[in-house]
């Protein structure tokens, strides 16, 4: 089984589940695969390339649908048939997929976990059924684990495809929760594998770009640059990060976010404005200057990367509620900076009994907060919480780690 194909909604941009399908691709390719991409919204080499809009959980037609199936128990017939005419559109385009390419593997990627495009995961349920082609579905997230989900008229869907219970699937989750989940749900036993980061390739020791952010941004040498490398949805809890700035007692205090808002509104990102105003806190935003270079498009198309404002920052800020795993966690680890980490149920279970020296805290900053984190700044404590840090990630959450359970999955269809 050398030619593998990607299976997903969108394999774009710098969203979690394309960093990692990245991560995954560059791992396999290293040990003689050949992967394909099949999705609503590519980013990936053109010959390499099957391109479906239906696919994307922001196709017109796929958004009216999704509206209709969720904050309601009813299911019109007409819905139904909808359902099954998208489905069936969907499945005849993955054989096609499957018959260009001589794919003989597929892997899906979220596309069986949360339903944000219903057709296409039971498009895959079923060609997998009537194929038995092996395949591994990698699950980020779940139904379950989102409020908006719960009120539904599609629970016999959401039972049959997401996730289905086929003998040719194996089934690969980020973290134990979501392990123990599939298992009492489900009854679906699974592989926990976790996020990764290149740690044998460690980042350049400077960066003129770094610099320049810096001062674009009207930051001194001498000013704390804290940047909270997250996603602006109200689950990342931002607000502790503009507390965490108030109380550094900064001359003008500032919170750098170098990613855009999420699928979930911009009333959020209005709300920590206001907050941050309140507290004499600065937040800016810059999603719009800031790309990535660790995905498929080696071009970053935007001013900065997000290397660039990791290797500009003096601290990293997580102070989240709910992580799925951690990769802003981990990228911070990556650049070797002192993290100020809320202690959300995931890190507590699988990242901090790993030994990471990080400023942690339970939902709430206090002075003494602070106070410990200005005694981990001193120079002699910080450089060498930051080595001991890397070590760790180079150990648990490495390429190296990815490989030797990712090819071991792929050998037990043997």
Known sequence: ?????????????????????????????????????????LDVPPERSFLEPKAHFEDPEILELHKSCFGTQKRDPQLTKHIQRLKDHLKSKLRKFCEEFGIEMLITENALAIPMNIPLGMAITEFLAETCMPAIAHHHDFSW???RFLINAVQDYLQYAFPPNLQCIRHVVINSEASRQLSYRKGISNVIIHNVFDFNNPPPPSNSKSRM????????????FILQPTRIVPRKWIERAVELASLLWMGHPRVVIPHESGDEGDLYALRVLEYAKRLGVEVLYMGDQVGSIHGFSRECKKKYTIDDAYQAADIVTYPSGYEGFGNA?????????????????????????????????????????VERLKAFMEPDNLNTAVKKNYELGKKFFSYEVLEQKLLSTIDSFS
């Open 1 to 41: 089984m050398k030619r593998i194909g990607f299976v997903s909604t969108r394999i774009s941009g710098t969203d979690g589940v394309t960093l990692e399908t990245y991560k995954w691709y560059q791992v396999l390719e290293r040990n003689g695969y050949e992967c394909y991409f099949f999705a609503g919204e």
């Open 145 to 147: 684990e989102r409020k």
């Open 213 to 224: 952010l810096r001062k674009e941004l009207g930051f001194s040498d001498e000013d704390l």
């Open 329 to 369: 966690f981990v990228e911070a680890i990556y650049f070797k900076k002192p993290i100020v980490v809320n202690r959300y149920s995931i890190f507590v279970e699988d990242i901090e009994p790993c030994g990471f020296d990080v400023i942690d805290f339970e939902s709430f900053v206090t002075r003494q907060l």
